[in-house]
């Protein structure tokens, strides 16, 4: 039986997190295996591939090359059909993950860590001594660090002491495919709401800029049956674009609960999907994974070069996330409990009221303003939710 | 009790396995497989699967298949 390799940091999925997480572990010093399950890292795409300018730019430089499309407008559809155009919502990008995974994987091996490709951890049990073990598909590995990166499965976690499994109520369930469509307009980001569109969720149409756009759509895991979110993009392409052609339609499953705590166990770190750390109103996962793994990953490497990979100096990894991205978090679960409450006549309501503000004067912000003002009853219940 | 999965429809996209209470379902890059004997039968995985790719069942009727 051939040795272990041995490595101070083990990251388990290379994602935006994990390419991260491992990137600034090696670039902090720390010797780094970045493991990966699948053959080839971003294929194929589960991702609406739709992301914010501002939140993009806190870790990573946006590469033209990953940028389909950039998008300055965006529009609500409410359940009646009552449109909301914001302008003045800053830059948002329509990204080809394949492209931005390859070299976000890239990265990291250029700042000094192992990729492996096409290997499944199986396994990752405490050695005893502050080292881990990795039971994979292919080579055996030792760390005395791991960090977790490994999805919305957030499978290894739970044989480490973490219960990650998600309540039918903080997961969405979503179908998703690309259209091809001259009536796509390939300049505004859409998203539609209604319970006869996507109950507890939205559809979104995000415009590839050539023509076509991602088209898809989650529905809340409490209001889902056996295939009935690729049922409803079905309905939703046919109503929106009828007879135009769509190719690659796929499903995933995005984490719209509260982040995991605690992020932190002896040696483990868990980022990204599978900490569950994703905007619960949008679903926007991209963000947030960057932002952890970057954390996560820095947080390694000084640990690692003060000789100590533990609890005590890994938990700075939780204390900073919670500090920073954690609240904005918890305010994104806040906003998705009360949005879930709201009926479709009265989304229709807050609709109405939006529609007659000029849509470069919008913002979010005042969007939520207006939304609360209609109902000042919901304020409070917001209000206790955020505590 | 376990799941039958329906591999012509099955997306391999793992949103079975993060609901799963019973860490029954491990997804691998080609394949879902579902372990009986942790499988209590919740339904769960059915209920949330966008593509209707698995169904409740017992084991006998699993192995006739």
Known sequence: ?387 | MTVSVDTTVCDLCGCCVAVCPADSLTLFETELVVDDDRCTGCGRCVKVCAFGALACTTRKEADRA
């Open chain 1, 1 to 387: 039986m051939p040795e272990p390799t041995r490595f101070d940091v083990i990251v388990v999925g290379a994602g935006p997190a994990g390419s991260l997480a491992a990137r600034y572990a090696a670039s902090g010093g720390a010797s780094v295996a970045l493991l990966e399950r699948k053959a080839k890292v971003g294929a194929p795409v589960r991702c609406g591939e739709g992301v914010g300018l501002r939140g993009l730019s806190r870790t990573v430089t946006p590469d033209p090359r990953w940028i389909l499309n950039t998008v300055t407008k965006v529009r609500f559809v409410s359940p009646g059909g009552t449109v909301v155009n914001l302008d003045g919502v800053g830059e948002n990008f329509v990204v080809d993950r394949t492209i931005m995974d390859a070299d976000l994987v890239r990265q990291a091996s250029d700042a000094g860590a192992r990729y492996f490709a096409g290997v499944q951890v199986l396994e990752v049990a405490r050695l005893g001594g502050g080292v881990y073990g990795c039971r994979t598909s292919g080579p055996r590995l030792e760390g005395r660090c791991v960090i977790l990166a490994d999805g919305v499965e957030s499978k290894l976690a739970r044989s480490l002491g973490w219960s990650t499994h998600l309540r039918l109520e903080d997961i969405n369930s979503c179908a998703f495919c690309k259209v091809r469509s001259s009536a796509i307009e390939q300049d505004v980001c859409v998203f539609h709401t209604g319970r006869s569109v996507a109950p507890g969720g939205y559809a979104w149409v995000f415009p590839r800029g050539d023509g076509s756009a991602n088209v898809g759509l989650g529905l809340l895991g409490t209001m889902c049956g056996p295939g009935r979110a690729r049922q409803a993009l079905a309905d939703f392409v046919q109503r929106q674009f009828p007879g135009s052609p769509v190719t690659d339609t796929h499903c995933g499953g995005v984490p719209v609960g509260k982040w995991l705590r605690p992020l932190v166990r002896e040696g483990v770190m868990v980022v990204g999907d599978a900490a569950r750390q994703v905007h619960a109103l949008t679903g926007g996962g991209i963000s947030y994974g960057l932002i952890a793994g970057r954390l996560a990953g820095t947080t390694a490497a000084e640990a690692g070069r003060g000789g100590v990979l533990d609890q005590r100096h890994l938990i700075r990894y939780e204390r900073e996330w919670r500090r920073t991205f954690g609240r904005d978090q918890n305010r994104s679960f806040a906003l998705k409990s009360v949005a879930l409450s709201f009926t479709d006549g009265y989304l229709d309501g807050i609709a109405r009221s939006l529609a007659r503000a000029r849509s470069s004067k919008l913002s979010y912000a005042r969007v939520f303003a207006i939304a609360f003002a209609r109902n000042p009853l919901l304020l409070v219940k917001a209000v206790r939710l955020f505590r």
